[in-house]
């Protein structure tokens, strides 16, 4: 009887250790895939006061990564990037100039961009829940998701001056 | 060196046609078409009574209904190229009334967005109107502007109207020509009708909008007397898309003590011409609407379990309705191909038969077939006609009255019984036999021989059945198929106890089996059947069953007693009481 428990809570143990590296593997692909910030960013339309409407195409192997990953990925752009309008649709600069401040402030960037990092304040998903059946793309071994974002643009920026990332607008006059 | 030229040409051409699907995309989105239907002028009152109430009908909820008021085609005389030419112009011109109900085009000649915006706010998804709220632009509206390209033309023409009567003589002058020519029983009144529609489309692609908002756009602010007036003749290009013909028929019986008017009262003949028009609207939408893929409902999974998307009453889907569900592939070049994952078929409707909120409810599916499928996916209706066909051959069978060549056909009766996966259908089992033993075999009259020994003949077994698909895995590609039915089985004799048996004389004077020798009983099957979804129309079915025949008569409704100990597996030995009878049947299966 002894023996039979023995083995058991062995078992359990192995299960639960196999479960943990397991799910620890998926989550070193997503924040792989994630520090290579492979994304395109594409306007849909221009948000309401202080926020951006964008379309954010995230590559994955694992669709539900990417569309976890899109949340990142579109705050990400909208400060280092920017991003292209098209048909009457303005497009934005980054909200920063300096290209290496993402390296140069890592202290700063790393916590916030981590899972369920501060970036998550400043994005919404702009769906049903859902998505649409043309942003759902295969690409050789991997996905391309599209999702649409609102990035609430006024309180990103007045977040990052408060932590001394951005200048402030009006700090040049 | 003219082979070269013709290798390059050939190379070239091939190079070209390639490089026209460079950045091609799937088209995803879903536009709500509009439908208008304009006629052939009338020529005589019952064709005219059929397009009057043709005209009263409203189209079915899958399309906005695009009415307008517009004069008869006039296509007499004409060579059938002709009429295509003046169709094209004809239906150009109708182009004008359409984008003027489009553009809610009032007394003074002036348009306005209303129209369009209600149409699209009723199109609109949940998507849409989540990122409508989201944004300071008016999406929504947008989409009206969109759906005025999917404005569909029906030009109906009825090619030939007859009464049963002339249906009649037409049928035994055909069949005159024949040997044992029999003249056909003409038991049925009301009419028989043919005709053609030819579809089109309106092109309104940007070209032409800009062309349309730059020389004829008009509104109350900036009221334009001239564009008002070149408004008059103003026309736009329909693209001709398909055309389809069919035959329909609206009938009853003439005899007034027929069991049909147990349940519903006779009809006049101007109602049974004037149900024609539901008859053409029905076949031919339904038709067009698997050949046109425009009208292909087109939506996202929204959710795996259970599967789900958000369609409904709105697109008017109906239960067990085909979905073909796709991953989109797209290459280096940016050129996209649907790879078909899965088939589906609706289980549950909702009813979105509002405008949409961001919150409306999704209907559920049944994945029937294929791989896991993911949540925004492209699922696109791809209907069937929910005929299926089957043939098999017995794997093993206790009698082979229920076990011989086994034949199927059934029709799907799910929308109508609002019971998915049901079907209605005819089982047929054939087999023949030679030189058996049938063993002693009496009627009360003692008619039959008494030995019976070599006997050669069919017996069969046909039975109507109900039958309901069930599944009980997600990916749906096994399912089960339980059926219940009743029918005749029986024997019919060409040689018993040696000696060719004699036909007899029927009182019209024809020569059939004798009816000494044709016996039948009833029989009461219940299978299930266990199936494997191949493809989309393949499947494999394996349906082990049981069928419970009663006691067997003669033609001659004389019952038959056994007392001898005939060969097995036919069921002779059983022919005088209740027998219960197990086989098992291998099925390939094709639905149409």
């Known amino acids: 009887m002894k023996a039979t428990l023995k083995i058991g809570s062995i078992l359990v143990l192995l299960m639960l250790g196999f479960i943990a590296i397991v799910s620890a593997q998926s989550d070193r692909k997503a924040n792989r895939d994630t520090r290579e910030w492979r994304y395109e960013i594409e306007a849909m339309g221009t948000g309401v006061q202080g926020t951006y409407l964008i379309k954010v195409w995230t590559y994955s192997k694992r669709p539900d990564v990417a569309i976890e990953q899109a949340k990142k990925n579109a705050v990400h752009g909208i400060i280092f990037r920017g991003f292209a309008g098209k048909q009457g649709i303005p497009g934005q600069r980054a909200l920063t100039n300096n290209v290496n401040l993402e390296q140069e402030k890592a202290e700063f960037f790393n916590p916030f961009f981590a899972d369920g990092g501060k970036y998550m304040k400043f994005v919404s998903i702009t769906n049903d829940g859902s998505v649409g059946a043309g942003d759902r793309l295969r690409v050789g071994k991997e996905y391309k998701i599209g999702v649409i974002v609102s990035v609430n643009v006024a309180a990103l920026r007045a977040d990052l001056e408060d932590a001394g990332m951005l200048k402030g607008l009006s700090s040049g006059f | 060196m ?416 609002k019971i998915s996966g049901l079907a209605l259908g005819i089982d047929g089992y054939v087999s023949f036999f030679n030189n058996i033993n049938v063993g002693n075999v009496t009627v009360p009259s003692g008619v039959l021989p008494y030995s019976s020994a070599g006997s050669d003949g069919t017996s069969y077994a046909i039975a109507v059945f109900l039958a309901k698909e069930i599944y009980f895995t997600r990916k749906g590609n096994i399912y089960l198929r339980p059926s219940i039915g009743g029918g005749l089985s029986g024997y019919n004799f060409s040689k018993y106890n040696g000696t060719d048996i004699p036909k007899e004389t029927d009182s019209n004077g024809n020569e059939v089996p004798s009816k000494d020798y044709s016996w039948s009983s009833i029989y009461f099957p219940l299978n299930i059947g266990l199936g494997i979804n191949i493809s989309p129309s393949i499947c494999l079915e394996i349906k082990p069953g049981v069928a419970f025949r009663f006691a067997s008569t003669t033609g001659n409704n004389e019952a038959l007693t056994q007392s001898g100990v005939p060969d097995a597996k036919l069921g002779f030995e059983s022919l005088d009481k209740l027998s219960m009878n197990s086989s098992i049947v291998c099925n390939l299966r094709y639905r149409f």
């Open chain 2, 2 to 417: 003219e082979k070269k030229i013709i290798i390059f040409l050939c190379l070239s051409f091939a190079f070209l046609a390639n490089g026209q699907n460079i950045g091609k995309t799937v088209d995803t989105k879903y536009l709500r078409p509009s439908l208008t239907t304009l006629f052939f002028q009338p020529k005589t009152n019952q064709e005219n009574t059929v397009i009057t109430k043709f005209k009263e009908l409203p189209v079915i909820n899958k399309y906005d209904d695009n009415k307008i008021e517009f004069p008869y085609f006039n296509g007499s005389g004409l060579s059938a190229a002709d009429k295509m030419v003046r169709m094209k112009y004809y239906v150009q011109k109708a182009a004008n009334p359409i984008l003027a109900k489009w553009w809610n085009r009032d007394a003074n000649g002036d348009f306005n967005t209303e129209f369009v915006a209600k149409r699209g706010g009723f199109s609109a998804i949940d998507a849409d109107v989540i990122q409508a709220k989201a944004s300071t632009t008016n999406r929504i509206e947008m989409i009206g502007a969109d759906l005025i390209d999917k404005s569909y033309v029906f030009v109906y023409e009825i090619t030939q109207l007859l009464t049963m009567e002339q249906v009649y003589d037409r049928t035994d002058a055909i069949n005159r020509k024949y040997k044992n020519y029999q003249p056909v029983k003409r038991d049925e009144e009301g009419y028989e009708l043919t005709y053609t529609v030819y579809t089109y489309k309106l092109n309104f692609n940007d070209s032409i909008s800009s062309v349309f908002y730059n020389d004829y756009w008009t509104d109350a602010k900036n009221h334009d007397i001239q564009k008002v007036t070149k408004w008059k003749d103003a026309t736009f290009p329909m693209m001709y898309k398909t055309q389809y013909s069919a035959t329909v028929r609206s009938t009853q019986p003439k005899d007034p003590k027929s069991s049909v008017y147990l349940y519903k009262k006779k009809k006049t003949m101007n109602e049974l011409l004037e149900d024609m028009a539901l008859l053409i609207q029905t076949n031919s939408e339904s038709e067009l609407g698997m050949k046109i893929e425009d009208f292909s409902a087109k939506v996202a999974v929204f959710k795996t379990n259970p599967l789900s998307a958000k369609l409904g009453t709105k697109e008017s889907l109906y239960l067990d309705q085909r979905f073909f569900v796709y991953e989109i592939e797209q290459d280096n070049n940016g050129t996209q191909k649907k790879i078909r994952k899965g088939v589906a078929r609706v289980k549950e409707i909702a009813d979105n038969n509002t405008v949409a909120t961001g919150t409306t409810k999704p209907s559920v599916f049944q994945q029937q077939g294929g791989k896991t499928l993911f949540e925004g996916m492209l699922m696109e209706s791809k209907e069937d006609r929910g005929v299926s066909v089957s043939i098999g051959f017995p794997l093993s069978t206790s009698n082979k009255q229920f076990g011989g060549l086994n034949m199927n056909l059934d029709y799907r009766i799910s929308p109508m019984a």
